[in-house]
């Protein structure tokens, strides 16, 4: 397995690797077949790891750096797992001069990972985003579903027990 920094070890299945041949055969030598095979891969993994990467490329004869390159380019592709209990910090504009910085700050030194990773326990992953719409309350994070508005970086502990 392999390990990557603040984030889980790739763990995919025999029954996922499976999975995802079927649809790259499926798609094969169609014009286009990139985008769809990509989002059928997130649909079985939950994300792109490179090594789905790597599959997704070598499977369809395309350089893995063209896979990469349209997985960071659409914001519909996440690199990183997701967590449990995705929280998700707005750093928009509003959000930013009122203190969401300090906001993730804390949130990431009592998780001990940063933005796009997850805990090795996969409970927990992080993302700052730039707008959620609720400019009004900021700064904002949610967690999954759950909004919490007017911030204050001492916020942060109280609700992060909610969810241990």
């Keep these: 397995m392999k390990k990557r920094k603040g984030n889980l070890p790739f763990r995919g299945t025999p029954e996922q690797e499976a999975q995802l041949m079927k649809v790259i055969e499926d798609h094969k030598g169609q014009d286009g077949a990139l985008m769809p ?11 792109l790891p490179i090594e789905v990467q790597q599959m997704i490329a070598k499977g369809l004869g395309v350089p893995v750096e063209k896979v990469y390159g349209v997985a960071t380019f659409y914001s519909q592709f996440a690199l990183s797992p997701k967590g449990e209990y995705k929280i998700s910090v707005c750093l928009g504009t509003a959000c930013y001069v009122k203190g969401a ?38 700064p904002v994070m949610t967690v999954n579903d759950e909004v919490y508005g007017r911030l204050q970086k001492t916020d942060v502990d109280d609700i992060l027990k909610k969810y241990m």
Excluded: H, N
């Design 37 to 47: 095979v990509m989002q059928e891969a997130q649909e079985i993994y939950g994300y």
């Design 101 to 138: 910085q300090d906001v993730l700050d804390r949130i990431s030194q009592i998780l001990g990972i940063g933005a796009d990773e997850c805990t090795p326990d996969g409970k927990f992953s992080i993302e700052a985003c730039r707008c959620i719409g609720a400019c009004g309350l900021a």
